[in-house]
């Protein structure tokens, strides 16, 4: 990984994790995951950075929890960052927002609806900062490299890639493991996106559906396909989250997880 301030265990070899919340629900629920996540990590020795969108900008239906207003949860990330002390990912939707954005997070998430828009990419690079492109679910992943020149074009090649399921069919989305090695051709780190690849977007009640009992096998195949890290929506309670609790981990399991992946991890690297 690119240096970013206050990520740990990297001299481990280990693949890097970035979880939390779907999004900053109040001010106390990111701490709480923050400090479950942060002990697990240390104790398994996982470079960490913590996950969470200060705001959701796309939202099926216009009454969904979009925020706690945008000032409170940066300062919420800000909280986490300076308690934790981890780096910070959350997502930009517009340029005006890359500036402000940026002085509270260590990595800007690029959405994956919005991974070809030139002028929230330049903005983007623009801060320094690094950025986590999502690739669109529209978009194959020999198409990403061009999403990641712009970036690089604008001065900044702090570049991460993230896999995050192509649309099938109008209500799911397939994970095609080759998107991995292909995205890698690049030389940019590559991560995938396991929560959201287990979406059923689109349905009918215009609430997000999900897979979650499948958390497992893709992370297995995707850890085993070369990612170099994964990305992962976590709660204390799914079922209560305001946002994409359908395909969210209960934090009790990420432990278990992440073991499981480690020894996927090290089988794979004795073979390269």
């Known amino acids: 990984m690119y240096t970013i301030p206050n990520l740990k265990h990297l001299d481990t070899g280990n693949f890097f994790l970035m979880a939390g919340p779907c ?5 106390t629920t990111p701490l709480r995951i923050a400090e479950k996540i942060v002990a697990i990590t240390e ?26 207003g945008d000032d409170r949860a940066l300062k919420v990330l800000q909280k986490v960052r300076e308690q934790f002390d981890v780096p910070i990912i959350t997502d930009i939707h ?52 061009f999403a990641a020149q712009k970036v690089i074009d604008s001065g900044n090649s702090r570049v991460v890639l993230t896999e995050r399921g192509t649309s099938f069919g109008y209500q799911d989305l ?23 690849s287990l979406q059923q977007p689109n349905q009918a009640s215009g ?24 990305f992962v929506e976590t709660h204390t309670n799914p079922e209560e989250a305001l946002s994409d609790g359908a395909n ?25």
């Open 23 to 27: 999004v900053v629900e109040d001010e």
């Open 43 to 68: 104790k398994l020795q996982i470079p960490y950075v913590f996950k969470a969108s200060y705001r959701k900008a796309n939202r099926s239906r216009i009454d969904s929890f979009t925020g706690i």
């Open 94 to 145: 517009t340029p005006q927002e890359a500036g402000k954005v940026a002085e509270y997070a260590d990595i800007l998430q690029i959405p994956a609806f919005l991974c070809r828009q030139t002028e929230l990419l330049v903005a983007a690079a623009e801060t320094g900062r690094t950025i986590n492109i999502k690739k669109g679910q529209f978009l194959s992943p020999h198409a990403m490299k």
């Open 174 to 196: 397939l994970v095609d493991m080759r998107s991995i090695p292909i995205m890698k051709r690049t030389n940019l780190p590559v991560v995938l996106d396991i929560t959201h």
């Open 207 to 230: 609430v997000t559906g999900g897979h979650p009992e499948l958390i497992e096998t893709i992370a297995r195949s995707g850890i085993a396909a070369g990612a170099d890290g994964i």
């Open 248 to 272: 969210m981990l209960h934090i009790d399991y990420l432990e278990s997880l992440l073991k499981k992946l480690l020894a996927i991890h090290r089988a794979t690297k004795d073979f390269e």
